[in-house]
């Protein structure tokens, strides 16, 4: 099946600076590739998310790029905010029949002020 | 527009207890899912339902049931809960192929 790792674990940046999270994943017919923010006390909810046959996509200071070839996916947040500290998770559907979104661990985001 | 609703948000069981997390979505969306979520583990499918009257398994299943009693309610039950099973359940459901929303979870406690 599928597996996604994420890194790193923790990310501190200060406010108003960039932050990147990298994802790796295992299965070459994954096609979709979303990122959840999780603030505490609450459920996953989706920021953005990225197809297969597109390289990049932006939504206003959030981006995700995918390199197929690497089987690697990231997000970017510019001007980091305050209100971005959060948990971000990726995950990568399975390609292979199987349902369900396959996640990675986890980054706490930490935005310094 | 409440999306997807899960009861209850906190509850403490004894080993050995049973009980059932309700879900429910008013989103008419065909696929239904669970998760528990563990600390520095990410989210893990337990079960999930397809479409109305099926069920399949996830990747940790074990100590655990469920029911697609209609296409909005999906329940999740533990018949001898173990402390094992203490975690954060989250029900999702799923719009055509991409568009994954999820509940606010449920808070389960095994002592």
């Known amino acids: 099946g599928e597996n996604v790792e994420q890194h790193p674990s923790t990310l501190s940046v200060q406010e108003g600076d960039s932050a990147v999270i990298k994802c790796t994943y295992s299965?070459?017919?994954?096609?979709?590739f979303p990122w959840y923010k999780q603030e505490l006390g609450k459920g996953p909810q989706l920021i953005i998310d990225?197809?297969?046959?597109?390289g990049e996509k932006k939504d206003q200071r959030i981006a995700v790029t995918l390199n197929k070839t690497a089987k690697h996916f990231s997000l970017h947040i510019t001007e980091t905010q305050p209100e971005d500290s959060a948990v971000y998770f990726c995950?990568?559907?399975?390609?292979?029949?199987?349902?369900?979104?396959?996640f990675g661990k986890g980054t706490h985001l930490i935005i310094q002020p | 527009n409440a999306g997807v609703t899960q009861t209850p948000k906190f509850q403490v069981l004894k080993t050995g207890q049973s009980m059932t997390l309700q879900c429910a979505q008013d989103?008419?969306?065909?696929?239904m899912y669970w998760y528990r979520q563990d600390p520095g583990m990410g989210l893990r499918l337990i079960y999930y339902?397809?479409?109305?009257?099926?069920?399949d398994k996830g990747e940790v299943p074990n100590g655990y049931n469920v029911s697609r009693l209609n296409k909005r309610e999906f329940s999740l039950r533990l018949e001898s809960a173990a402390p094992s099973q203490t975690s954060v359940y989250f029900c999702?459901?799923?719009?055509?192929?991409?568009?994954?929303?999820f509940g606010s979870g449920t808070r389960l406690t095994v002592v």
């Open positions: 999702a459901s799923r719009s055509g192929i991409y568009g994954y929303t």
């Open positions: 299965d070459s017919a994954s096609n979709y």
């Open positions: 990225i197809r297969s046959n597109v």
């Open positions: 995950a990568a559907n399975s390609g292979g029949g199987a349902d369900g979104l396959t």
């Open positions: 989103m008419n969306h065909n696929s």
């Open positions: 339902s397809a479409s109305e009257g099926t069920t």
